[in-house]
């Protein structure tokens, strides 16, 4: 059954809408083609209608991920993701014959707030999609067998992640970041704490996380809302809701960082990559800063921005780009610069000096910010015409933000002001402590860590 880690990288970057409720003095994009309901038992249900080819996609989300795991369970959530495939009719091959029956394809993705299962069907085969995925969440039947045998698949996508060096740093790099909360943003887990997942845990996450009342259907494409919503109400009926899975259990609050730090990682590769990821808002303890995030690193990620002449154009980097990863527990804040072994010190130290003053906005005005407005709108229009990440998407804030934070992005980030900019980069950039990560060759790694080192006394406690 085809499953995968979303790798947190491609999650960091990206480029889609972030979340809040205010009045919406007129409609949203959005709301002109989404349609929501819910079921009695708790289940959301939100249809997506774009009728510009004949295609359409399933998706069941649910509020799991790593964020629910503790530390000795790193890994749970996605092994469940792979099993539960096999548990329908508690037979591992009856999902994927019933998905060629009506020539879907299938995947699951586990990531830090959600898990979610698709089907990608013609638009004439959407009723059996739902159908089919209706059983594989009401009715999970899975073994000892079933463990035994996806296990070893869990592990060999964590070893071919592991395989390419810039994946192991971003993991070390975020290690490093969360700290003691690693476990609430390890999507993967490793082979000892995989190892120690057995089928009662699965079962327990069965039981808590998987239930209606904490779910929510989402199809998206060439489809009618309400013949969606008839037959949802027919395939989910009986799921019987449990209690609030995070009423007993409630996700403890992501430890803060309270001091810099590196991870230097040589290797015999051809450039250097510097990582530098820091603990940035909750979308619900700051929401406004989440907005503010999105808009500053469109203006940075500009190329005809200030900051990429100085750094990029006119400066020893190859490429520069930064990005804020809305979740509901603290998301990350991540800068990524491409540079040579020659010229990595001045290029690290360029970028320190950048982040280090980036509440001056040196070079950002109202003008820069109207064209950063007019890119991001564009690039939100594109993205809702976009009908297989569409789901997705919708799956992803559905679960971190509310799908209403969603529908007023475009109107908060349009009345993004510079203050508004400052105010993020003076609170969650500037002074902030943070993980520098450094891919290069031996002989680079061991001139720049001996740099930091140097820089470290320098700037004392």
Same mark, same amino acid.
């Given at each position: ?14 480029? !889609? $809408?972030?979340?809040?409720? $205010? ?47 503790? $530390? ?26 019933? %998905? ?5 394809? /299938? ?39 079933? !463990?035994?045998? #996806? ?5 060999? #996508? ?19 970041? @969360?700290?003691? /909360? @690693? &476990? ?13 997942? /057995? ?20 199809? =998206? ?31 403890? $609050? ?27 808002? &909750? ?45 509901? *527990? ?9 540079? /040579? ?13 950048? !982040? ?11 003008? #820069? ?5 007019? *890119?991001?709108?564009? %690039? ?17 804030? @559905? ?43 031996? #002989?680079? =790694? ?16």
């Amino acid at each position: 059954m085809p499953s995968r880690i979303a790798p947190w990288l491609q999650a960091l970057t990206l480029v !889609l $809408p972030a979340l809040t409720t $205010p009045a919406r003095a007129h409609q949203s994009p959005l709301e002109r083609f989404i349609h929501r309901t819910r079921l009695d038992n708790g289940l959301d249900i939100v249809v997506a209608e774009n009728h510009t080819v004949p295609l359409a996609t399933v998706l069941v989300a649910v509020r799991n991920g790593a964020f629910t795991q503790e $530390p000795a369970e790193r890994g749970l959530a996605h092994l469940y993701e792979h099993v539960l495939f096999r548990s329908y009719r508690g037979d591992p091959n009856a999902f994927g014959r019933v %998905a060629g029956r009506l020539n879907a394809a /299938s995947n699951g993705v586990t990531s830090e707030e959600v898990v979610y299962y698709l089907l990608m069907v013609s638009s004439k085969n959407v009723g059996g999609a739902i159908d089919l995925i209706a059983g594989l969440f009401q009715d999970a039947r899975f073994s000892n067998q079933d !463990l035994d045998e #996806e296990r070893p698949v869990v592990l060999d #996508e964590l070893q071919r992640h592991a395989s390419d060096p810039e994946e192991r740093l971003g993991r070390q790099v975020a290690q490093a970041l @969360w700290g003691p /909360s @690693w &476990s609430r943003k390890d999507v993967g887990g490793d082979s000892a704490s995989l190892a120690g997942i /057995s089928l009662d845990r699965l079962k327990q996450t069965y039981a808590r996380y998987y239930v209606p009342n904490n779910a929510a259907l989402i199809v =998206t494409g060439d489809v009618a809302s309400e013949q969606v919503f008839q037959k949802a109400r027919e395939q989910f009926r009986d799921w019987k809701p449990g209690p609030d899975p995070f009423a007993d259990r409630p996700v403890p $609050p992501i430890a803060p960082r309270t001091a810099n730090g590196a991870v230097m990682m040589a290797h015999n590769v051809r450039d250097v990559t510097i990582r530098i990821a820091l603990q940035g808002p &909750s979308v619900g303890q700051d929401t406004a800063a989440t907005y503010a995030a999105d808009a500053l690193f469109d203006l940075l990620n500009d190329p005809a921005s200030a900051f990429q002449q100085r750094l990029v154009t006119n400066g020893p980097f190859e490429s520069v780009t930064g990005a804020y990863y809305t979740l509901s *527990h603290t998301g990350p804040i991540e800068i990524v610069g491409k540079t /040579s072994a020659e010229r990595a010190q001045d290029a690290l130290v360029r970028l320190l000096n950048e !982040l280090e003053t980036l509440d001056v906005l040196e070079g950002v005005g109202d003008e #820069e910010l109207a064209i950063a407005k007019k *890119h991001r709108e564009v %690039a939100s229009a594109l993205t809702r015409e976009r009908i297989a990440g569409l789901a997705p998407a919708l799956a992803r804030w @559905w679960s971190s933000a509310g799908l209403d934070y969603h529908l007023a992005y475009d109107a908060r980030m349009a009345a993004q002001k510079i203050e508004d900019l400052r105010r993020f980069a003076g609170t969650y950039v500037v002074g902030q402590p943070r993980v520098i990560g450094v891919l290069a060759p031996p #002989e680079a =790694t061991d001139r720049l860590a001996a740099w930091l080192r140097q820089h470290a006394a320098r700037s004392g406690p």
